[in-house]
């Protein structure tokens, strides 16, 4: 088959997957099932430990701070074994070294998205397991004025790795309750470092090598995991839980040890998007991707 032969037949295979797909769509339109949004704002507050030797060489501790949004939803395509979930955070530490006449301040954003095949009733009705991938952009600035030459230091880290959750679905008394623990374990990718003692003035005057490091477990390892219930309150969801945030890092001489640990207050609930002309949709089946 010469070489136009293959572009007409690609062309061919193209305009049929995409009659197919308007066939599936325009056929089975109102018998798709319905997906909620399951979403939570949480506060949390408790008590981070915070070591840069870029800045000092003595680990700080206090006060940790952060908001939280998380948004899950089973996927488009086979929505019984599929979910993704999208989550944001702003956290904020305001710590002191061991001495209590010095001061650093920490502020990170980030957020992650991922998908995760899930199992339903394994063992037991009720309990599901959910593994997939994520991909996380998280960065931020430590301040410590009390450094002599460096007073910052920046925080940049992309990473890829596994994200998993185990979900029990069960009742206390009358009450619907959700108890989940979640693990996000990132495995591979790129964070930003300087050298030793490089001023970021250095840096600003084009001085730029050596600043970007490919992360895995041999100089980087991060754990952000939670256990949660979740208390159905009607249409409003109550989550009660506990957090832990490791950070870790070793490269270009400079040591970071970053640990947190949360207690979790958050409020939300599952919600749909209906429009007026699809309200005929409400006696689909209903797919949750959390909750039972």
Request: charged share 15%; glycine share 10%; aromatic share 10%.
């Amino acid at each position: 088959m010469t070489l136009k032969g293959h572009i007409r037949f690609l062309l061919f295979m193209l305009l049929l997957a995409w009659g197919c797909q308007c066939a599936v769509a325009q056929g089975s339109g109102d018998e798709r099932p319905l997906r909620p949004v399951a979403t939570v704002i949480s506060a949390q507050y408790g008590h981070a430990s915070v070591l840069d030797t870029y800045l000092s060489p003595v680990r700080y501790g206090g006060h940790a701070m952060s908001l939280g949004y998380e948004a899950q939803q089973a996927t488009g395509f086979a929505p019984e074994r599929w979910t993704r979930q999208l989550s944001v955070g702003i956290d904020y530490d305001y710590t002191h070294n061991p001495a209590g006449n010095h001061t650093m301040h920490s502020l990170i954003v980030d957020g992650r998205w991922g998908m995760m095949r899930r199992w339903r009733d394994v063992l037991t009705p009720g309990l599901q397991f959910q593994l997939g991938g994520a991909t996380q952009l998280r960065g931020g600035v430590l301040y410590n004025a009390n450094n002599s030459n460096n007073v910052a230091s920046a925080r940049i880290h992309w990473n890829v790795g596994l994200l998993g959750q185990a979900i029990y679905n069960t009742h206390i008394k009358r009450l619907p309750i959700t108890v989940r623990y979640q693990a996000a374990l990132p495995v591979m990718g790129v964070f930003f470092a300087p050298d030793y003692d490089e001023a970021y003035y250095e840096i600003y005057l084009g001085n730029r090598r050596n600043l970007a490091h490919l992360g895995w477990w041999g100089n980087r390892f991060d754990l952000d995991h939670m256990l949660s219930a979740d208390l159905h309150l009607g249409n409003t969801i109550l989550r009660i839980g506990y957090r832990n945030r490791v950070s870790t890092s070793w490269v270009n001489n400079i040591s970071t040890r970053d640990m947190t640990h949360y207690i979790v207050i958050g409020l939300g609930g599952e919600f749909l998007n209906i429009g007026v002309k699809n309200r005929n949709k409400l006696n689909n089946n209903i797919i949750s991707s959390v909750y039972q």
